[in-house]
């Protein structure tokens, strides 16, 4: 099985930055995907980002294509998130998920994280 640790959620004002970290430990493939979902109370799970583990090619949702900026490092087994110019409405828990296909759907991801917070006060 895949395990993923998510880090680096937390606390900020509206504009500034978190860098969110994913780690992948046990039975990893270097062409796995690994992804970025997000869930706010009473809100429906929703896709932010993804990136292949072959080429790096990457997926991100319109609501944030423009302020994101997703990555990954190969030798470390290790994805990240870089959010600028957060948004109250970015407020959510953060989960790290990984799969086969670079996709938006949840149920196209066969692993999943624990979670991060990310609260972005106004």
């Known amino acids: 099985q895949v395990q993923l640790a998510e880090s680096g959620g937390g606390l900020v004002q509206a504009g500034g930055s978190l860098r969110l970290s994913c780690a992948a430990s046990?039975?990893?493939?270097?062409?796995?995907?690994m992804g970025w979902f997000r869930q706010a109370p009473g809100k429906e799970r929703e896709f932010v980002a993804a990136?292949?583990?072959?080429?790096?090619?990457?997926k991100l949702a319109d609501s944030v294509k423009d302020r994101f900026t997703i990555s990954r490092d190969g030798a470390k087994n290790t994805m990240y998130l870089q959010m600028n110019s957060l948004k109250p409405e970015d407020t959510a828990v953060y989960y790290c998920?990984?799969?086969?296909?670079?996709?938006?759907?949840?149920?196209?991801?066969?692993?999943w994280g624990q979670g991060t917070q990310v609260t972005v006060s106004s």
């Open positions: 046990g039975r990893t493939f270097t062409n796995y995907v």
């Open positions: 998920a990984s799969g086969w296909t670079l996709s938006d759907y949840a149920a196209h991801y066969n692993y």
């Open positions: 990136v292949q583990g072959n080429n790096y090619k990457t």
